[in-house]
């Protein structure tokens, strides 16, 4: 008898990661557009049944670290520590984030793992000693090829900080990352999925093309990183150590059978790394070779996406460019935040950030189209029917075009095509809007002989938002609460958040009777900025 051994197994969670962010960084809207990206797509998986896997982290090791926690006079531990809990949780709580963990590298379970991952390459002939002396932006945390650098009067400088670059010459231990140019020509030839948008894959193989060397992982002038096990006068190279987050987070090197070996088994290997492109190499040319030198499966996917612009320049702190969430949110609420830069940017290109736009959207968009109908039915069902849901009734029209939206928004979403499934969605409550505006359910009222039509489109009108609130749940998750509670459908069909994506569009759910309250403004009126 053959016996099943899937029947055995856990099933394979959805595993998404963002970068790890430098803990030094004040966080700005860059790194939360990465950070929604991931929370709104993983939600969108939580919907769908799937059992899924968050992380987000902070990038503590490094010369840039330790030289700012000098520079404060704080010991770097302190100094990171404070950061974390001072900025980074707090800004990922505002912005209703729900990642599942949060990896810092100076913990524990992180920095043993790496030196156990460590080790084992050593032990395995892919780590040698040799001896650096190049380039080096202490900004980037990255070796630089001659040919990266712009030259400003003669001096060298970083593209990506217009900084001047430092000379390394040092002995290192080296990993012989040249030997999986060809594996991993390969797998970006043959996985077009493995690497996306198709710039970035294209991007990922002109670079292996053009030949790759080994990479210096270790490094012996200061000491604020994880110290190489086999020789502790050098500490594992920031990057080397950054990169490992994503599976020591999840039980990297543990035994099979303890907690942390089942938790690899069960997330490995990563669905999507989501990055900015600035950091695609590290991901899709060093981090999967790492991993085939260890025998371990590679992520199926990683994602690069587009720089938000200011003044047509990558938005940065070294820049003096870098704008908190706050100042956003504080003006148009942590939801619009959300919507907006996946709404009004393509997923993989740049994009400027205007306030006007985002004004202009959030008025015409949130405001007057979604908002402006949850509270007109709210009124209406209060006026005409009493507070209560009237008896159920199908629109085809309306029903057909929501079977169609569900499907075409998952399809986006899936293909990481935000501005895509937000668009199915908003053009759905563009056509509900159409629909009451046809009906003229204000004009039935007026002849209680039209009492069972009126009663039909504030059902049809009803239904249709529910099925709006689940689908526009992953992108704004407290909005959509407050409409489901006004629609009464907590009681009737339990917490929006378990609502699952395959029902949506099965019409006639909110039960005859259902109490409606009246919907507190879902977006108010934008106070002029001076
Ligand atoms: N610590 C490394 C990542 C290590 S991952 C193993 C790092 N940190 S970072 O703080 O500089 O964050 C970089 C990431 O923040 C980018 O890849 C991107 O996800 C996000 N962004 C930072 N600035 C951004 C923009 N101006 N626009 C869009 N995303 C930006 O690199």
């Known amino acids: 008898m053959r016996v099943s051994r899937n029947k055995m197994a856990p099933v394979k969670s959805f595993y998404l990661t963002t970068p790890i962010y430098y803990v030094n960084d004040a966080p700005h809207i860059g790194h939360a557009y990465t950070t929604v990206a991931g929370d709104v797509l993983t939600r969108w998986h939580r919907q769908r049944g799937e059992s899924v896997w968050f992380l ?289 940017i393509p997923f993989g290109s740049d994009g400027s950030f205007s306030w006007e736009d985002m004004s202009a959207r959030y008025t015409s968009e949130l405001a007057n189209d979604f908002g402006n109908l949850a509270s007109r039915l709210a009124a209406m069902i209060e006026k005409y029917c009493g507070g209560l849901i009237p008896a159920p009734h199908r629109d085809d029209v309306l029903a057909q075009a929501l079977e169609t939206t569900v499907d075409k928004a998952d399809k986006a979403m899936v293909a990481l095509d935000f501005q895509g499934g937000i668009v199915a969605a908003m053009d759905f409550c563009k056509k509900v809007n159409g629909y009451v505006t046809e009906k003229e359910p204000w004009i039935l009222a007026k002849d209680p002989a039209n009492k069972v039509e009126l009663e039909e489109v504030l059902y049809n009108t009803a239904e249709s938002l529910r099925a709006l609130a689940v689908l526009l749940h992953p992108v704004m998750p407290a909005t959509t609460e407050i409409l489901w509670q006004s629609l009464g459908a907590q009681s009737s069909l339990g917490a929006i958040g378990d609502q699952k994506l395959s029902q949506i569009a099965t019409w006639g759910q909110l039960p005859q009777g259902a109490i409606v309250t009246k919907t507190p403004v879902l977006f108010p009126r934008l106070e002029i900025k001076e």
């Open 56 to 344: 987000t982290g902070t990038d503590e090791h490094g010369q840039k670290v330790m030289r700012t926690a000098e520079q404060n006079n704080v010991a770097p531990q302190a100094w990171v520590d404070r950061l974390v809990a001072d900025a980074w949780k707090p800004n990922w709580s505002a912005l209703n984030i729900a990642n599942d963990d949060f990896i810092r590298t100076t913990e524990p379970r992180h920095t043993e793992r790496v030196q156990k991952f460590l080790q084992s390459l050593k032990d395995s002939g892919h780590i040698y000693a040799g001896k650096y002396e190049g380039p080096y932006c202490v900004g980037c945390e990255e070796f630089k090829l001659p040919g990266d650098l712009i030259d400003a009067d003669g001096e060298k400088l970083c593209p990506i900080h217009s900084k001047p670059v430092e000379l390394v010459n040092e002995n290192n231990w080296f990993f012989k990352l040249s030997a999986f140019t060809q594996a991993l020509l390969d797998h970006y030839k043959n996985n077009p999925e493995a690497c996306q948008p198709e710039s970035a894959r294209n991007e990922v193989i002109s670079f292996l093309e053009g030949g790759v060397s080994d990479l210096s992982i270790s490094r012996s002038t200061f000491d604020w990183g994880i110290p190489v096990p086999w020789d502790t006068d050098q500490v594992v190279y920031v990057w080397f150590d950054a990169l490992l987050n994503y599976a020591t987070a999840v039980g990297l090197t543990d035994d099979p059978n303890s907690e942390g070996g089942k938790k690899f088994a069960q997330t490995w290997p990563a669905d999507v790394h989501l990055v900015g492109k600035d950091i695609l190499r590290f991901h899709a040319v060093i981090w999967p070779a790492m991993l085939m030198a260890a025998g371990l499966d590679i992520p199926r996917k990683v994602f690069a996406h587009g720089w938000l612009l200011v003044g047509g320049e990558k938005m940065s702190k070294s820049k003096l460019t870098g704008i908190a969430p706050s100042d956003i949110t504080d003006h148009f609420g942590v939801d619009a935040f959300r919507y907006y830069f996946l709404r009004a």
